[in-house]
């Protein structure tokens, strides 16, 4: 890690021709890979990621340089090359003098990844990949990841800040793909925490994974084409929040919202929402895979209420966004490595548990869909408009489940989404995903309770 | 302590060396880039980077292991030893991934400048403002959003220890415009994005007004009614589906069951009229490379002919499996990718192509493909864009539909291939095509 002397000097020397604010952040990283296929494993590969951004704001600007040459002399070239970009010189030549902020760990790791013995983690793979295969003869494949990352960060900027941080993050992915021969059918389930090897001990377990993935691709491979249309639809809880993450999350973050290219901009204090919804962002909650101690900008994170009982509350805000809209940072500065500039992103992001019976709502339903399983989607913040896969689905005929379905997909805008809601579950479920936006992919959570749409548009065949 | 890569390298190969690992190797990239973002007639961001990643790859105990570090310092050298040995001996495959001495010759092909290496910083951030200027002077409904400049240098290296010693280095420069335009209750977002190797290349008027005109043209959208429909898919949009489904080409995807085209060297798998080309050694391709990740001389080879599979892509392993000669993909980890790779273009323009559909969808647009498109099975429901053709000629633009299919399907129903022939900022490219029947969701 950086000495806090060699910081000050380095941000001393990326404010020498002026600029307003100045950061380091410093990242010496340890990650390791592992897959299996056709029930052998066929990589494995640790790396090491480490390098430093050094980012000053100019006005409003933003000037991001970063590098792998961390010595003394590459940062002060780096420091440099950044200062050569600044405009406005007014205020040149500061001093910096940092104090060391220790950082609070709230999520306490038992077993680093790097410590267990190679064939101990191996065996995590294989036993997915062999409960997978039991579940039916048409499992043809079966690819099980193992990937683990701990990732130690310094962040130092010139209001005196330096701090460190350690994030530890363990994952298993398996997707399991049925086969017909003529037709290929996959169901995945790829969970994950910020936690080491202990994950497998407390929270998940490799077999019932592999089991989970491969019952999925099995529905679906005798499952009928989706037919097309506007219906009702309920959609089932933890992967299931990425219909809030996608269509409302990214329009909420000050990344859209500042520069007005979101649906949801200028609308604090309006509702937004149906009034059974709550949304939340939280980076606390205990060795979640979304949660971190402090942002990649040092700010601490919190529990952040974007909407309430409908009613828009807060943005998700980065320093600089917040700086250009006068409002506080909010946790929210993330990235994926030190090669990205930090912007406002989501963390553990959830519609909240509300008041409703899960089973009534299919009963009341009529006809319409049941999204099992989300598969992953995307969005256009400016407009809204959304388009998620179905990873399972089922046909609702007369308010009750009848038949899978495959191929659908859901579409439709962030904003009529929300206000069509109509049925909050009791019990919030979280999964885990790789976020991709401006500032790369970060860990996220999404989640819900089941939820009930009053109708939606289902693309399919 | 910080190296420099030379020194890094041979310490590297002294320690392999002395830990048993042999015939080693070691793959060394280094990357320089420039960005300049402008907005509301404001430079808003300005990045420049350079980077290095250093891996390496040696043989231990008969199986090959791999690790990488981005940090050339003592530490690092003995990670890299250790991770090689853990990799080794966890990887279980029979068929190994081989380090080679080097092919008897290797093409020669330039994807680099020089010139626009030379080019200043202050150059690029004035054609990024250029840009939003014109952008700001533009029809009162389009809200621009950003303009962006950016350059990128990549230097990529092998060395081994049976006498493989190779370098390749490549440029380029791209320059884009995003907006939002607005009517009434309407809302579509604009994008234009040129690239070349050097300033003549990225022209600020061509990217301010393809930008505006993309989304100009989409207001007052309506909706698709749903049914199966006519197709004529834009050449960027295919190049968008031809990305997100090439992994089926892959051998390694088909030997492991995760393509349906295993096997089927032979067959006609695609219409008549589709050629689909892998050029590693197109002039100024942004793909181009002499050499491949595994050191492979690149060869340029069609892997459908007029609709028939002649081969799918290999690395040395999954040729060594099938019995036939790499060609030239490996692509690193394992993995088997495309260079240069495109549907070859026919002679009709566009225009003659809506001609010959006479009504249905013109498709310019889809999105969401990493979730609505299944790469293994093929098939894909994706929100998309476009406009509606009666006899031949664009009516109004539509949106908020989906265009479902199913990809190998979609191969056998190209009734016609266009003359233009697109490569947007991807080394994978398509002309215009037209598809006789997809699904279309809309009201």
């Known amino acids: ?461 | 302590m910080e190296m420099n890569v030379e020194t890094f390298a041979a310490r590297v190969f002294e320690a392999a060396e002395q830990a048993g690992i042999a015939p080693a190797e070691i793959c060394f990239g280094s990357s320089e880039s420039f960005t300049a973002r402008t907005r509301a007639g404001a430079l808003e961001d300005y990045q420049v980077s350079d980077r290095v990643s250093l891996t390496l790859r040696g043989k231990v105990g008969g199986r090959i292991g791999t690790a990488s570090t981005q940090a050339l310092d003592e530490e690092s050298i003995g990670l890299l030893i250790s991770g090689v040995k853990e990799s080794a001996s966890l990887i279980e495959t029979d068929e190994q991934d081989e380090i080679l001495p080097p092919d008897a010759h290797y093409e020669t092909v330039c994807n680099y400048s020089e010139a626009l290496d030379a080019v200043p910083a202050q150059e690029k951030i004035a054609l990024a403002m250029d840009i939003d200027r014109r952008m700001q002077a533009c029809d009162a409904r389009v809200k621009p959003d950003s303009s962006v400049v950016r350059s990128a240098k990549e230097t990529f290296c092998m060395k081994n220890t049976l006498g493989l010693d190779l370098t390749h280095t490549s440029n380029l420069i791209y320059a884009y415009a995003s907006a939002l335009a607005k009517e009434g209750e309407s809302a579509a977002t604009g994008f234009k994005l040129l690239w070349g190797y050097g300033m003549d290349a990225v022209d600020a008027q061509a990217v301010a007004e393809g930008c505006q005109e993309d989304a100009l043209c989409q207001l007052g959208a309506g909706r698709m009614k749903s049914g199966k429909t006519a197709v004529v898919i834009r050449g960027g949009t295919m190049a968008d589906l031809l990305s997100t489904f090439s992994g089926v080409f892959s051998a390694d995807n088909a030997q492991k069951g995760l393509s349906l085209l295993d096997g089927r060297e032979g067959e006609a798998i695609a219409s008549e009229c589709v050629t689909l080309t892998d050029d590693p050694l197109m002039p100024w391709g942004l793909g181009s490379s002499p050499f491949d990740r595994e050191g492979a001389a690149c060869r340029t080879k069609n892997v459908i002919e007029g609709g028939v599979l002649r081969t799918l892509l290999h690395n040395r392993k999954t040729a060594k499996k099938a019995g036939v000669e790499t060609t030239g993909n490996a692509a690193g980890g394992g993995r088997v990718a495309p260079s240069n790779f495109f549907i070859a273009p026919g002679s009709q323009t566009k225009d003659e192509l809506l001609a010959k559909m006479g009504d249905g969808l013109y498709l310019t647009d889809v999105s969401g493909l990493h979730a609505g498109a299944n790469p293994i099975s093929g098939d894909f429901s994706l929100l998309s864009r476009g406009f509606e053709v009666k006899d031949g000629k664009i009516v109004r633009p539509v949106e908020q539909f989906t265009v479902a299919g199913n990809f190998y399907q979609l191969l056998k129903d190209v009734a016609a291939v266009g003359s233009d022939l697109i490569f947007e900022g991807s080394p994978i490219g398509s002309p215009s095509v037209l598809v006789s029947a997809l699904s279309v969701a809309g009201e």
């Open chain 1, 1 to 461: 890690m950086l000495s806090m002397s060699i910081c000050q000097e380095v941000l001393a020397r990326a404010l020498a021709k002026g600029g307003t604010f100045a950061e380091i952040f410093f990242e010496d990283s340890r990650n390791f890979s592992m897959m299996l296929r056709s029930g052998r494993i066929e990589n494995a590969a640790t790396s090491r990621p480490r390098g430093a951004g050094i980012r000053v704001y100019d006005g409003l600007r933003s000037i991001y340089v970063y590098t792998c040459d961390v010595s003394r002399a590459g940062l002060l070239r780096t420091a440099e090359r950044a200062a050569a970009a600044v405009t406005d010189t007014k205020g040149s030549g500061r001093d910096v003098v940092l104090h060391e902020r220790v950082t609070p760990n709230a999520h306490r790791i038992e077993r680093p990844v790097l410590s267990v013995p190679a064939d101990e983690r191996a065996q995590i793979l294989r036993a997915a990949d062999s409960a997978a295969r039991a579940v039916s003869p048409s499992i043809s494949q079966v690819n099980a990841g193992f990937l683990s990352r701990e990732q130690h960060v310094l962040i130092a900027n010139s209001e005196g800040l330096y701090t460190q941080d350690t994030r530890v993050y363990t994952r298993l992915t398996c997707s399991a793909v049925a086969s017909s021969g003529a037709e290929n059918q996959t169901g995945s389930e790829n969970p994950g925490a910020m936690m080491g090897f202990e994950l497998f001990r407390d929270r998940v377990d490799p077999e019932a994974v592999g089991r989970t993935a491969a019952k999925s691709a099995v529905t679906m491979l005798t499952a009928p084409y989706c037919s097309a249309g506007e219906m009702p639809i309920v959609i089932a809880g933890a992967f299931g929040g990425v219909i809030f993450h996608e269509a409302c999350g990214h329009s909420l973050e000050a990344t859209s919202v500042e520069p007005g290219m979101s649906e949801f901009a200028g609308k604090l204090g309006q509702q937004i929402a149906a009034p059974c919804v709550t949304a939340i962002d939280d980076g606390t909650m205990p060795n979640e895979w979304g949660s971190l101690n402090i942002d990649d900008e040092g700010t601490p994170t919190g529990r952040l209420v974007l909407i309430e009982n409908g009613i828009l509350k807060n943005y998700m805000i980065d320093r600089l966004n917040g700086l250009k809209m006068g409002m506080a940072p909010t946790g929210s500065g993330r990235r994926e490595s030190y090669a990205y500039a930090p912007t406002s992103r989501m963390r553990n992001t959830f519609i909240a548990a509300g008041q409703d019976d899960e089973e009534e709502m299919i009963r009341t339903m009529g006809d319409g869909l049941y999204a099992a399983k989300m598969g992953g989607g995307s969005v256009n913040p400016a407009t809204g408009e959304f388009n998620f896969a179905v990873q399972e689905g089922y046909l609702v005929k007369d308010g009750k489940i009848a038949s899978p379905v495959r191929g659908a997909s859901l579409i439709g805008k962030g904003s009529e989404i929300l206000m069509r809601i109509d049925r909050v579950g009791r019990e919030m479920t979280m999964g885990q995903g790789m976020c991709g936006s401006k500032s790369g992919s970060v860990p996220t959570n999404v989640g819900q309770p089941t939820i009930r749409v009053s109708r939606l548009t289902v693309g399919g065949k």
